[in-house]
Each structure stands twice: as structure tokens, then as C-alpha cells.
């Protein structure tokens, strides 16, 4: 399982990193990548690799980061690595900002 929140813009290139690395699901913030075309080449490319991908808003999802983590530590063998790069401000300006800047891919 991979979970991806990041800068927009890196998504393409962290998704094919997270297919190389062996991941069979990958859970994608929205919006994803910053352009329709390129949402349509990551659908192919997962598809390709019989990848599994769930799409949403990654502050949903905190519990299962969580879970995730303590079933990693419990059992034996296994890891959870998270690797945050964003570095958009909690600020209207900011969000608004990435907002419009990924509108199509949104």
C-alpha cells in the first residue's frame, strides 16, 4: 500500500515510483495530477500494472495512516513508511492558490 500526498505535480512521478516499488494499491489524494491527460496516463499505467487505486482527501483518511502504522509495527517483517513533501500552508491564500493552479485536474 502506497499513500500519496503530495505536491500535485509529483503525483505521476511518485505513482510510477510506488508501482515500481511492488505497491498493488495505492490510495491518491485528489486531485491527483494537475491535468485530465495526465489522470488518463496514471489510470493506464496502474491499470497496466494491476494496480489498484482509491482516490480521495488524505485528511479522511488519518485513522487508517494510523492503523496502517500500528499493524506495521505489530507484525513482524513488515514497514509503513510516510513521506510528506507538501508544503502548502494551512492558509486560504495558499489553498486557493493550488486550487486554481490544478483546476483541470480537480
Known amino acids: 500500500l502506497a499513500l500519496i500526498s503530495g505536491r500535485t505535480v509529483d503525483n505521476p512521478r511518485l505513482l510510477t515510483e510506488a508501482i515500481a516499488a511492488g505497491c498493488s494499491v495505492v490510495y491518491l489524494e485528489k ?18 500494472a494491476n494496480v489498484a487505486i482509491c482516490m480521495g482527501y488524505n ?11 500500528e499493524f506495521a509495527a505489530s507484525t513482524p517483517g513488515s514497514h509503513v513508511t510516510f513521506v510528506s513533501n507538501n508544503t502548502y500552508e ?9 486550487f486554481e493552479r490544478n483546476a483541470e485536474g480537480m
Do not use: Q
Request: charged share 30%; net charge positive; hydrophobic share 35%.
Open 31 to 48: 486531485p491527483g495530477a494537475p491535468t485530465v491527460a495526465e489522470l488518463e496516463a496514471m489510470k493506464k499505467e496502474a491499470a497496466d
Open 90 to 98: 494551512p492558509t486560504a491564500a495558499s489553498l486557493g492558490e493550488c
Open 59 to 69: 485528511k479522511n483518511v488519518c485513522k487508517y495512516v494510523r492503523k496502517a502504522r
